[in-house]
């Protein structure tokens, strides 16, 4: 799994501020500075969670990982940054994190939910952390923390705020206490609560028209980097979407954001191709209006986009073996 260099250019400061020289650190990892220049450049994560694990291990300082959290504006996340900055309420920025977080932070999924005035955020592990769980999780803790600041500002009272971390109590738990006074180490999942009508505050920097422009950029960087099965997914998603219909391969593209050549050769890397996707939801559709008794067949095969009813009935005879008709009849 990797994360934008970024984070390790984040790491890296604050390594140096403790004597740790910079050039030293990208040698062993066989980077070199230019690399961490590039917007685009990712490292592997248990790369930069070693590293400090190794400053952790020789200094004791093991608040370091989550100094590095803290340490970590909105901006190092690149458009997602930008995106949950410019979102219009808090609810609005959880589900961002929640859809593009493995865009950033692959081994970690969010979920969010409500219970009475609660609002709940849990931080689940993807692949299973081991050892470099004492050093990941306060991580993730200090960068979530930092993003809440900068989201509610002076909304934000820790005193309000309970955590739940999977982390092992640290030896220094009492300073990790200072910043998040409600901690509860040891826990079966990493989670956050905090008062439901947080969710709906107006945040500082609401930008409809910026919120709109970073999450067509999140979709487009969604479609190259979050892999092929994604975009088979998100392809039967929009299939199933009334608004958007059955359409060709183009308007599907232009859709999820992605140039018609480069969707079709992610679904052929996968074995499939538009044309079979958008025939399954066909037949699944058709099968499910079919058995509605209420709606013809003409109106079936208007509803799946077929000019005629005959080519609906050719179409799904091709499907089923048998016709739209034959299908209806009681057996």
Do not use: C
């Amino acid at each position: 799994m990797t994360v934008p260099a970024t984070y390790l250019g984040v790491a890296l400061g604050l390594l140096e501020a403790r004597g740790v020289r910079t050039a030293d650190v990208l040698t062993s990892l066989g980077l070199d500075a230019e690399a961490l220049e590039d917007p685009a450049a990712r490292v592997d994560v248990t790369d930069v969670a070693r590293l400090i694990g190794r400053y952790v291990a020789r200094s004791d300082d093991v608040m370091l990982p989550f100094e590095l959290g803290r340490a970590t504006k909105p901006t190092a996340h690149g458009t997602l940054g930008y995106a949950l900055l410019t979102s219009a309420s808090l609810r609005d920025a959880l589900y961002l994190g929640e859809r593009f977080v493995r865009l950033r932070f692959g081994i970690m999924s969010l979920r969010s939910y409500v219970e009475g005035d609660t609002a709940i955020f849990e931080v689940d592990e993807v692949v299973r952390l081991g050892a470099q769980r004492s050093f990941i999780v306060p991580w993730v803790a200090g960068t979530i923390l930092r993003l809440g600041e900068f989201l509610l500002g002076d909304t934000l009272d820790v005193r309000e705020v309970d955590v739940e971390l999977t982390m092992a109590e640290p030896r220094q738990a009492a300073e990790f206490r200072k910043h998040l006074p409600r901690t509860t180490f040891g826990a079966s999942v990493n989670r956050i609560r905090l008062p439901a009508r947080w969710l709906e505050h107006r945040l500082p920097l609401s930008d409809k028209a910026a919120a709109r422009s970073a999450l067509l950029e999140l979709e487009r960087e969604l479609a190259l980097f979050g892999g092929e099965a994604d975009v088979i997914s998100r392809v039967r998603a929009l299939l199933s979407d009334p608004v958007f219909g059955y359409g060709d391969l183009q308007a599907a593209a232009t859709k999820l954001h992605v140039s018609s050549r480069t969707l079709r050769r992610h679904l052929q890397k996968q074995g499939t191709s538009y044309q079979e996707l958008l025939a399954d939801a066909r037949k699944a559709r058709a099968i499910a209006r079919l058995r509605d008794p209420a709606a013809t067949i003409e109106q079936v095969a208007e509803e799946l986009g077929y000019s005629d009813q005959a080519n609906f009935s050719r179409a799904f005879q091709k499907w089923t073996g048998t016709t739209p008709g034959a299908f209806r009849k009681p057996t």
